[in-house]
């Protein structure tokens, strides 16, 4: 199996790293990390740096492809190499996938039209401007697009998509592998559970 | 707050990255990548190369430390530069903290003589060597040392750090903007809930 994480400036890290690491470990796998021009690629902190081995180009017909989100996001809807590219890789892909405001470019590239999706709570509507139905849900599958809520929803959603590719066993000894036993100190990582006011505190930390 | 995560060759992506985006997410918070030379470090699965900005000797006295663990924390063991710099920066840190088996390398610096801490599941009773007391729970504080559980456990490590750092409200704030509300599709992410045979299954998949 052949991932391909595109990358582009303004990315925000966990989004892409979480599924990383689960379909990294994944036996028999291989995960590329594209962009327009194999490179260097800062993220949305301007503090990480990750390189970018191949060009989209070099890497147009992978297995599944996970777009992560970011401040950048927004910027990104009208770059037209990576929308070219999810659209084309789109046509041969096994699974098609999204993490947070990645579920933007999905439907920039015209992927999303009539489908359910998710993306991060604060842009959730964002989605109908792509003639998606937005879903509150960490993990929203459409056919072969599957879509994740916000940043750590990333990790979920490579497990969920692996028992799917593989199978159960192998998803979970991943799971026990990079030992995800989560255990947040808080409960209030949605705003279906966080405190009122939280939500504008969490915006001012993003932004 | 000045916050420096070692890279050093075949690190696990996850274990820098998690805690790195908690901790990047915070008002008035810098991280910095080091390595031995500030450049590109490439990880445990040789797919992901992360740039380290600075060399030990560019941030000698952060803060925090947060040290990743991974394959490589084997022979990084006897990387006298990074234990070195551990050892001395620790004398400032207002936090010395692991992730994963980046705990041994805390123990290698001596440091966890005597005090509880925890690591990745598959290598917990190797504390002992360095006088630690191993502990199978998912954040272990002793004092201003605090190590966290394999892999994943690097993202709960870092939200109870940040409450106690600052303050709950900020923690919480940083918890809803990376939606941490995690929902992973097994029960099966420690050794204490995962299924008998599981765990030959997940060595397998790590090494």
Not at 15 to 39: C, H, I, M, N, S
Not at 138 to 167: F, N
């Amino acid at each position: 199996m052949h991932v391909a994480i595109p990358l582009y400036p303004r990315f925000t890290a966990l989004d892409a790293v979480g599924p990383y690491t689960v379909l990294a470990f994944t036996p028999d796998t291989t995960v590329t990390f594209v962009a327009a021009e194999a490179g260097p690629v800062t993220d949305d902190r301007g503090t990480l740096t990750l390189i970018a081995t191949a060009s989209y180009a070099d890497v147009p017909r992978p297995d599944v492809i996970v777009v992560p989100g970011g401040p950048g996001t927004m910027e990104a809807l009208s770059d037209e190499a990576l929308l070219g590219w999810i659209r084309q890789a789109h046509e041969h892909t096994r699974w098609t996938t999204s993490v947070c405001t990645g579920s933007l470019l999905l439907g920039a590239a015209g992927l999303l039209s009539g489908l359910k999706a998710t993306s991060h709570w604060a842009i959730l509507d964002h989605l109908e401007r792509f003639g998606a139905t937005p879903v509150s849900e960490r993990v929203v599958g459409s056919g072969k697009i599957v879509t994740a809520a916000g940043v750590s929803a990333g990790i979920d959603m490579a497990l969920t998509l692996l028992a799917q590719a593989r199978d159960e066993v192998t998803a979970q000894a991943v799971q026990l592998a990079i030992e995800y036993d989560p255990q947040p100190p808080f409960t209030c990582g949605s705003p279906k559970t966080a405190p009122e006011g939280l939500a504008e505190r969490a915006l001012s930390v993003i932004t």
